[in-house]
């Protein structure tokens, strides 16, 4: 098993590339089938960034899912939630997600000067650990977003196709 890329190197590539390359080598290092950005505003989660490994269009139930029924909620309110199978953890017997999305580890993304913007996650449709070198890199990561996110108008879909043609504009 390979070393997962430093923050440094993160932010190195985010500066370098964008958004887009460095949530694809986020996401390389790791399992879990998805890496996503989501946005709160109000009530709601917003999807402003979905990175697929398996190059599918976003599904239409993570566009915009209602906080309440979120694993998000937890993260806002926790500071990170760690989960490798939802049906294992109680904390989501409400959530209509759980033993949907399995797999589930996710951080809060903040504003440079403190604030919430939202939650950068990894998940998966099946059971995933996720080893703490990673999670720290996960963590890292949500400081280090915000500046790249501020020109995306919410509900992009990130298949990496989608996400190149995107760039060339």
Do not use: W
């Not at 694993?71 to 500071?79: E, K, T």
């Amino acid at each position: 098993m390979t070393l997962p890329m430093t923050p440094a190197q993160f932010h190195a590539l985010l500066q370098a590339e964008g958004l887009f390359p460095a949530m694809e080598a986020l996401n390389h290092g790791i399992a879990h089938r998805y890496t996503g950005i989501f946005q709160v505003i109000e009530s709601q989660l917003i999807n402003v960034f979905l990175y697929d490994k398996q190059q599918e269009v976003r599904p239409e139930a993570l566009a915009v899912v209602a906080l309440d029924d979120s694993f998000c909620q937890f993260v806002l309110r926790d500071g990170s939630l760690l989960v490798d199978n939802s049906m294992h953890d109680e904390r989501l017997l409400s959530s209509s997600f759980r033993g949907v999305v399995v797999a589930y580890h996710g951080v809060p993304v903040t504003y440079p000067r403190g604030g919430l913007y939202g939650t950068l996650c990894h998940f998966d449709l099946i059971e995933q650990s996720l080893a703490q070198p990673q999670f720290e890199l996960l963590q890292a990561a949500g400081g280090l977003l915000y500046p790249y996110l501020q020109h995306l108008d919410g509900r992009m879909d990130c298949a990496p196709q989608a996400a190149r043609a995107v760039a060339a504009l």
